[in-house]
T-cell receptor, first 117, second 115 residues
Framework: AQKITQTQPGMFVQEKEAVTLDCTYD???????LFWYKQPSSGEMIFLIY??????QNATEGRYSLNFQKARKSANLVISASQLGDSAMYFC??????????????FGKGTLLTVNP | GAGVSQSPRYKVAKRGQDVALRCDPI?????LFWYQQALGQGPEFLTY????????KSGLPSDRFFAERPEGSVSTLKIQRTQQEDSAVYLC?????????????FGPGTRLTVL
């Protein structure tokens, strides 16, 4: 079984500043993938960034980077130079290999990010 | 439109009515997923198709929920005798293969409200 914990229901950040959204996970799978999605008010889940459990380097995609600390089982999302359009719900998710169900995404409860002008 | 589409976007049903939610995946995508997102929660897995075969329906909350993908493309999620606890956003996603590192592309969802 897999579990994702996001302890920050809401976060505020000033435009142009950096913000870190926390995510911890629990799994017994030796191989797994960690994902971050953005969900604006329109409802669509937008894929942001992916980290494989065996990747040696932290993933980066433009202004998004993933601070992966395997021993601590954490996968925090860092957004640099925040923009007003970054205001949205952010979900951490994972997929593992257990029971052959490597297709199944397990999501956290999300963090609502508000970017202030 | 190259993305995943879902219809209707909003559905209001009286308790006890049957509803049908449609998902059009990205053309050529083998794998299709349904998730349920309750208010204030993250999405939860409902079911998984590979082509027309339903390989996993472990997340369906009751036997009132039924999903099909008869020709391996469009999928329909049907809920019979809707209850208030069925109120949620139902998200559909598709991917090329469904493998561990294969990105799932999500549709905009159908918001179901049961009165």
């Amino acid at each position: 079984a897999q579990k994702i914990t996001q302890t920050q229901p809401g976060m505020f950040v000033q435009e142009k500043e950096a913000v870190t959204l926390d995510c911890t996970y629990d799994t017994s799978d030796p191989s797994y993938g960690l994902f971050w999605y953005k969900q604006p008010s329109s409802g669509e889940m937008i894929f942001l960034i992916y980290q494989g459990s065996y990747d040696q380097q932290n993933a980066t995609e433009g202004r998004y980077s993933l601070n992966f600390q395997k021993a601590r089982k954490s996968a925090n999302l860092v957004i640099s130079a925040s923009q007003l359009g970054d205001s949205a719900m952010y979900f951490c998710a994972m997929r593992g290999m257990s029971g052959g169900s490597n297709y199944k995404l397990t999501f956290g409860k999300g963090t609502l990010l508000t970017v202030n002008p | 439109g190259a993305g995943v589409s879902q219809s209707p976007r909003y559905k209001v049903a009286k308790r006890g009515q049957d509803v049908a939610l449609r998902c059009d995946p990205i053309s050529g995508h083998v794998s299709l997923f349904w998730y349920q997102q309750a208010l204030g929660q993250g999405p939860e897995f409902l079911t998984y198709f590979q082509n027309e075969a339903q390989l996993d329906k472990s997340g369906l909350p009751s036997d009132r929920f039924f999903a099909e993908r008869p020709e391996g493309s469009v999928s329909t999620l049907k809920i019979q005798r809707t209850q208030q606890e069925d109120s949620a956003v139902y998200l559909c996603a598709s991917s090329t293969t469904g493998d561990l590192f294969d990105e799932q592309f999500f549709g905009p969802g159908t918001r179901l409200t049961v009165l």
